[in-house]
């Protein structure tokens, strides 16, 4: 518009502008239904449009957070709300690294809608854009979402939503920010005119681990922001605390989000952060202050969120194993919710600190043991042992060597293996597989005891086999004497 009136453009006329278009729109919410999709999709062109306007990009952020505040309770305006929302998360990473107050600003809008509008969220795809937006904000990369369209500019400087944009390089936007945050993203039709709700959706995760064998949930997290980072597990702590917001609608999306932040407080640079606070603590209120703004204070705050969900499940997904057989009912509930969570909780019993590693042990062991776990079958505690156990005795075999509390740790994990797997040893036996499971045991501990510079474990760990082989004996598992030997016997 401006080049075909051969005018030059004006930041801060179009934020003014846009500031009186936001007043106008929410005075007038109880008719907001008959323009507030125009309203959007002006904003969602202007957030992702070539024009190199940083403050204009950004207050177009922040009034689509406070439509999300201000609107969402209301039925005629939250679709078109929420997609406002999933427009963010077309948003790049690589522009949220170099831009950090748009990032914290997007953070700080998602505390208070949650603190203020929980309530209103009902859907699994309404959870699952809060919980996107949230590992957005917080770690710039979502684990969510695969949004399969975005605006492409034409070479009339117009979006393919029809929004004139600014695209010369005449921009007055000072700061370095890149100039085209759609190279990542997936091109649409040029002959669409306009962003319809449905083209900008958020895929449900089929599961929750990305590999059944493996703890982790991301392995390749970019530069965080402490202060996003930080607000964000604020948010996500009140929600898991709060009793009505955890539904079966959002259970797997929180799940997710929980433990790929878990990974982001075991970093380097969590690391690095944490000992800068360290060497710049020199009285006791600024010891307290850096043990608030901790990674470290926050993954044991994170770890007791999954075991909060984890003694919660049952409760959730009650309906599961009343209108399920009993059966198939605990399988559902230990695919979807607990095998998830105690491997969220193995992963943090490697992490590199010691406090956050021994405390995530103590979960894990009081987890395992209890009654919550009774009714599993054979093929689950088959599987707890394939993607819980050995993972995380892998995983801790590769910690630096050296370090006492890094083989105390791995003796307790050692012990709490032998401690499972002798009380569900009636279950064990049953599986066709139990030779497999029963070698792959012996294979492990085979490892931990030649580990080198090790000096507990290569005494420790017979005696814990000569238990097992004792009890798995007087079950009849395993013969002596006269009778004939059992498979097992000849591997053992």
Not at 283 to 298: F, L, P
Not at 385 to 408: A, I, T, W, Y
Request: one cysteine or more; a negative charge.
């Amino acid at each position: 518009v401006h080049q075909s009136l051969g005018t030059l453009f004006d930041e801060e006329n179009a934020i003014f502008y846009m500031e009186l278009l936001v007043i106008v729109t929410l005075e007038n919410r109880d008719r907001v239904g008959l323009f507030l999709n125009d309203v959007i999709n002006h904003m969602t062109s202007i957030i992702l449009s070539n024009h190199l306007c940083r403050r204009l990009r950004e207050r177009a952020v922040i009034a689509l957070i406070q439509f999300a505040i201000r609107l969402l309770h209301k039925d005629q305006a939250k679709p078109f709300v929420i997609h406002g929302l999933q427009s963010l998360l077309l948003i790049s990473s690589s522009m949220l690294t170099s831009y950090r107050t748009l990032q914290r600003q997007i953070s700080q809008g998602l505390v208070e809608l949650i603190h203020s509008l929980s309530s209103s969220l009902h859907t699994s795809t309404d959870w699952l854009t809060v919980f996107s937006l949230l590992e957005l904000s917080a770690t710039t990369t979502s684990s969510h979402s695969h949004l399969n369209t975005t605006p492409k500019p034409t070479g009339r400087g117009v979006t393919e939503m029809g929004v004139a944009t600014e695209v010369d390089d005449d921009s007055t936007d000072t700061g370095k920010e890149p100039t085209d945050i759609h190279q990542s993203l997936p091109n649409t039709n040029v002959n669409d005119t306009s962003l319809s709700l449905q083209e900008i959706p958020v895929q449900k995760p089929a599961a929750v681990g990305l590999n059944r064998f493996d703890l982790l949930i991301e392995d390749n997290l970019p530069s965080q922001d402490p202060e996003s980072f930080f607000n964000v597990c604020e948010a996500l702590s009140y929600l898991v605390r709060d009793e009505q917001s955890i539904t079966r609608e959002n259970f797997t999306a929180c799940l997710k989000t929980l433990r790929l932040f878990t990974e982001v407080t075991s970093t380097r640079q969590a690391l690095k952060h944490d000992k800068k606070l360290a060497r710049h603590s020199h009285s006791s209120s600024s010891m307290d202050k850096q043990q608030q703004h901790s990674y470290a204070t926050t993954a044991l705050q994170l770890l007791d969120l999954l075991d909060t969900l984890y003694l919660r499940a049952g409760i959730v997904f009650q309906g599961v194993q009343s209108t399920d057989s009993k059966e198939e009912g605990v399988s559902v509930m230990w695919h979807m919710c607990w095998c998830p969570l105690l491997e969220g909780i193995a992963r943090m019993c490697c992490d590199p600190r010691r406090s956050v590693r021994q405390t995530a042990i103590a979960y894990l062991q009081r987890a395992l043991l209890a009654h919550t776990l009774h009714s599993l079958t054979e093929h689950d505690w088959e599987a707890c042992f394939l993607e819980v156990f050995f993972p995380m005795l892998s995983r801790l075999m590769e910690e630096e060597e050296g370090k006492p509390d890094v083989e105390e740790a791995r003796m307790r994990a050692c012990n709490l293996l032998c401690k499972v797997f002798l009380q569900r040893l009636p279950n064990l036996s049953r599986l066709s597989t139990f030779i497999d499971l029963w070698v792959g045991i012996l294979d492990t501990m085979d490892k931990y005891m030649h580990i080198e510079g090790s000096e507990l474990l290569p005494e420790a760990i017979p005696e814990s086999l000569k238990n097992m082989l004792l009890v798995m004996v007087t079950q009849g598992v395993l013969y002596v004497g006269t009778a004939p030997p059992a498979q097992e016997e000849e591997l053992t």
